[in-house]
């Protein structure tokens, strides 16, 4: 095979992260579930968004949110996702531009998404999201041979909420796996795996997946098994390569039988822990994107979340040299 054009293409919802501080009494009088992803219609986006009051307006998605990550750290990307003609499509796409990351789709007459992001006092999120234009990624609306051009083809299991970007994904991942590339997918949320559990499974036992990305409670979803050693054997069954994080219990991996652990890695006390899977993902994609092993790509994850659960929102300060700090790190162990 030629070499690939890309390190790490993703496949992903392109939205506008909407950032507020409340308390908890105020999730509640919204009829919100603590700490929940869920989605909302694009009605009951615009009347939350109002309840929220000011706001701060960041560029999201969580395959967006690793690959603006991703690009600090020197690969060559590009990003399949789907924006409309308006004020939040352009903010999004001028972003992909200012990261360095081709963003080959034009935008469409529907409002871009949006996710609306409630930050308690303790750092945890509630996500009520209003997918948008990102329903309507048609598989005929990009080369789907992009899919073969990158040594790593990403995609975030919110792909899956309706049929066009279902189809587009899986089209993508076809097409990677003919041509040789690996594949990573990422569960997203208990959320979505309680929707989409059988068509996830079907991913997997299909020999889609090489690397598959998950939390705890996302891995019980899908496994239907209650103990985490059970559940990871489930999974290590199913992919080439298992990933689960853990929290403040930092992360394992299994791969061809061996097992890899690494501790979490905070940068100081949690401020918010919106981004920590996508900062995560980008962390460890990067590693083996550059062909740094395992057992250090999963530390150069496990820095990368926690310096993101550190700062408010998914995304890094502009002036945030994520390289500098991985390899630092590395370097002190």
């Known amino acids: 095979m030629p070499a690939p054009r890309y390190d790490i293409i993703a496949i992903g919802n392109a ?12 999730v509640a009088e919204q009829g919100l579930s603590r700490g929940v992803m869920q989605p909302i219609a694009p009605d009951r986006a615009v009347l939350l968004h109002q309840a929220m009051g000011v706001c701060e307006e960041v560029c999201g998605g969580s395959a ?3 690959m603006a990550a991703l690009a600090r750290l020197g690969l060559r990307l590009a990003f399949v996702g789907q924006v409309g003609g308006d004020r939040l499509g352009r903010l999004f796409a001028d972003d992909m531009a200012a990261n360095g990351i081709d963003f080959p789709l034009p935008p469409i007459d529907t409002p871009t998404g949006r996710c609306l992001i409630i930050v308690s006092p303790d750092g945890h999120r509630t996500m009520n999201t209003a997918i948008g234009a990102s329903e309507y990624l048609p598989a005929a609306a990009f080369d789907a041979a992009i899919a073969a051009d990158s040594a790593i083809l990403y995609t975030e299991g919110y792909m899956w909420r309706t049929a066009e970007p279902r189809a587009a994904s899986i089209t993508a991942l076809q097409v990677a796996r003919a041509h040789g590339r690996r594949t990573a997918f990422t569960l997203s949320s208990e959320f979505c795996v309680r929707q989409h559990h059988d068509d996830f499974v079907a991913l997997l036992e299909g020999g889609l997946i090489d690397i598959l990305f998950a939390n705890e409670g996302e891995l019980a979803e899908l496994s239907g ?5 059970a559940g990871v054997a489930w999974a290590a069954r199913r992919a080439p390569l298992v990933i689960v994080t853990r929290g403040a219990d930092g992360a394992i991996a299994v791969e061809g039988g061996l097992r890899h652990e690494t501790p979490a890695e905070p940068c100081g006390p949690v401020v918010d822990t919106t981004g920590a899977g996508d900062l995560f993902a980008a962390g460890v994609l ?37 390289a500098a700090l991985i390899e630092q790190r590395l370097r002190n162990p």
Do not use: W, Y
Request: charged fraction near 25%.
């Open 64 to 66: 967006a949110n690793s």
């Open 225 to 229: 098994l209650a103990g985490f050693e």
């Open 286 to 322: 990067a590693g083996l994107a550059q062909g740094r092993g395992l057992p250090t790509s999963l530390r150069m994850g496990s820095i990368a979340a926690g310096r993101i659960i550190a700062l408010m929102g998914p995304r890094l300060p502009a002036d945030e040299d994520l």
């Open 15 to 26: 939205l506008v992260d909407v950032l507020c501080h409340k308390d908890d009494d105020f």
